[in-house]
């Protein structure tokens, strides 16, 4: 699956013993629509580079924006919630800047859901030719691209020729991919769908579910991929807004079936090479100060195809050197 990134490394200089970092917290648990001022950006904060055993650091270099993580703002977050003070967790690529553990090695690039003090399992980045490595955050990213290849491929008999399939969110990271394999998307449904519907990959649930299983053809497959128009405020007080429609499934013979992306990580290199084919969109902000105002961008509209929060200066070409100035750092234990 091509080489390891790290293989023809130099050897980084020496670090200081404390290098300075910066995190974004939470501040406060958000009431309904996430607003920046749940978060706290910490500047300056001290990271001693002498590691326990089993520890490594790694320089923060792009990070995600995924919707999922709201879900873990909350107190009782069905993804594990995070608690008041905790930095948030994203996922994201960057370089092991110092390793006292034997499975990450110096200088390599790495990529993991990336948190202070928690377990991480960094998993080294491969390297393919023409790919550039926010490919893996975005069409090659397990909450991205491959979360939608195994949406429409995977859980339920995938749309066939003839067939009307129909994307919610589809302006998202996850929704854009999918609607490119479902070949299919948009939200007038009658004009869209005058035939019914035999294919629905749903982002954002809510009211739009119940009008899709309204036009729910025989046999129609509903694949459940998220709802983020539930994640703000409903999901912890009991008031999800689910489908009251759902006898149409019994009525047209249909199915509805969720999934977990990381229960489908056997498909994975079938996912890569139909993904690699396809085309896809990227929204970067730059520097750490923008995770906080892109997590709020994520529900209120304004970005196409997938968020991402570029952390070291340079961008791409910075994947390739050594960071000199350690910045944004976060030591993680190794699973
Ligand atoms: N099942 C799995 O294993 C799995 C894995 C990863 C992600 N997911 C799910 O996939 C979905 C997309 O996640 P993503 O990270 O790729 O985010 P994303 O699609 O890039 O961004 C979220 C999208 O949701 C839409 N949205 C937000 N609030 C909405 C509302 N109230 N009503 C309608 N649309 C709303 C926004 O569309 P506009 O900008 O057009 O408003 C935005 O494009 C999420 O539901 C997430 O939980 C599932």
Redesign the pocket.
Known sequence: MGNLVSSKQESPPPLPRVISSSSWELRARPNGLVSVDDFALQEQIEIDTELDEGEALVQVEML?????LR?MLDEKAYHGAISLGDTLPAVGYGRVIASASPKAKLGACTVAKLSAEQAAMLMPMISLPGVPPTAFLGILG???GI?AW??VHAVARPPRRGETALV??A??????VAAQLAKVAGEQLDELCPDGIDFYFD????P?LDEVLKRLNRGGRVV?????????GNLNVGTVRGPSEYLKLAERGASMV?????FYMHKLPFAILHLLWLRWRRKVERGIGGFGPAMVK??????????LVEVAEGGEAAVSAVGATPTQAKAVKLA
């Open positions: 995600s924006v995924d919707a999922f879900t397990i909450t991205s979360t195994v949406g919610s969110g302006t998202g990271a996850t929704g854009s982002t954002v649930g809510g739009l459940i991929c998220g709802a983020s128009s539930q994640y703000n969720g999934y977990n992306v990381l994520m529900f209120t509209g304004g970005h196409i195809g997938k968020l």
